[in-house]
């Protein structure tokens, strides 16, 4: 039995901890399966860490 891979929007939202807390888990246990995804967040993760939010001055 193999779960559907999330869409990175999933994947996006999981990283932002935005899902529901049932959903996460989803993606969380997901994550521990496979490796494509693990490496699509690692990704994710980096290339966020590369480009800081834009920090909002008011
Ligand atoms: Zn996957």
Same mark, same amino acid.
Request: overall charge negative; charged content about 35%; hydrophobic content about 35%.
């Given at each position: 039995m193999r779960d559907p891979c999330p869409e990175d929007e999933a994947l996006g939202a999981y990283m932002d901890h935005v899902l529901s807390p %049932?959903?996460?888990? %989803?993606? %969380?246990?997901?994550?521990?399966t496979c490796r494509i995804c693990r490496e699509v967040l690692a990704l994710a993760i980096k290339s966020k860490t590369l480009v800081p939010d834009p920090v909002i001055t008011k």
């Open positions: %049932e959903r996460q888990a %989803e993606v %969380e246990s997901h994550l521990i």
